[in-house]
């Protein structure tokens, strides 16, 4: 088992390129990120960190930050192709100018305030969203040589099991698996839930590239019985430190290890309504409990 440790502008509340809802300036993360102990971070938001290649790379030399991949988040439901494309266009030639070759990429169809709700979609619209994720993954291939990692998001087009399957079925397409959104969307709310495990094994050859994050159970179930929405569900502590969750970071690590998982795992807690040192500080101790544990 080989897993390169990384974290991401989510884990200080950096969720649009404008550095909301947290606006924890870009500096401020970069130096935190860096001060906790990372040697690698994920973009994030396309449009928080530095568009200009030469001056982003700037930033991460003088904080000793390497990238592992970017993040694109594209509205399918209402997006024909080439306006898909148009949104990864300049991120890929970004990611090319750093040489990294991963982009996660995730549906942002029921993000913002005009959005849709999922129940009153068009069902000939949402059939086309599967054919708008085969090809931004080979647009990006062919175009780029840069491998998509689709993210299946809580309160999105691909988010329960029955859309990831179908998608996984319609072409080669690798995963960025995150943990904690597929246990919110599909899972139960005690301890040692083994939803995140049975789909791993299910899928383990198409995950290359993980998100690390665990979410309260206690929460999860107010969630479920109260129908909240999933900014409200954040902004009440769905997502967790990753030692206090229903899912057993121990068993992962022993699953990992089985199978000698060689990959990035990006730390991401989806951190909302906190402060930027707050965010440091749980960065901090969701590192060293990987430490601890032997994860890493």
Not at 136 to 147: H, M, S, V
Request: proline share 3%; hydrophobic share 35%.
């Amino acid at each position: 088992m080989d897993i390169r440790i990384a974290t991401c502008p989510c884990s200080w509340g950096v969720w649009n390129p404008d550095g909301g809802p947290a606006y924890v300036p870009y500096e401020t993360f970069l130096q935190q990120a860096s001060e906790c102990g990372y040697q690698e971070i994920e973009l994030g938001p396309d449009g928080y960190l530095p568009m200009e290649s030469d001056t982003l790379k700037s930033e991460l030399r003088k904080y000793r930050l390497n990238v592992c991949a970017g993040t694109a988040t594209i509205p399918f439901y209402s997006l024909e192709k080439e306006e898909c494309r148009a949104i990864v266009t300049p991120l890929a030639q970004r990611l090319n100018a750093l040489g990294v070759s991963d982009m996660v990429v995730m549906d942002g169809s029921l993000f913002g305030d005009d959005k849709i709700s999922k129940s009153d979609w068009d069902q000939e619209k949402v059939s086309r969203i599967y054919d708008k994720i085969l090809d931004i993954n080979q647009f990006l291939k062919e175009a780029f040589g840069i491998r998509m990692l689709f993210h299946p998001h809580a309160s999105s087009a691909i988010e329960f099991e029955s859309e990831i399957d179908k998608m996984m079925s319609m072409g080669d397409i690798h995963l960025c698996f995150d943990t904690g959104h597929h246990v919110y969307s599909n899972g139960g709310t005690e301890k040692n839930d083994q939803t995140v495990f049975d789909f791993l094994r299910r899928y383990q050859s198409r995950i290359p590239y993980l998100h690390f994050k665990n979410a309260d159970g206690a929460v999860l179930k107010q969630v479920r019985e109260n129908h909240w929405s999933l900014e409200y569900a954040f902004s009440h502590g769905a997502m967790c430190n990753l030692e206090d969750g229903i899912i057993n970071f121990e068993t992962l690590r022993d699953y990992l290890a089985e199978i000698n998982y060689q990959g990035i795992a990006v730390i991401e807690q989806d951190m909302a309504g906190k402060t930027g040192e707050y965010a440091c500080q749980c960065a901090k101790l969701n590192l060293r409990y990987l430490q601890k544990i032997g994860m890493i």
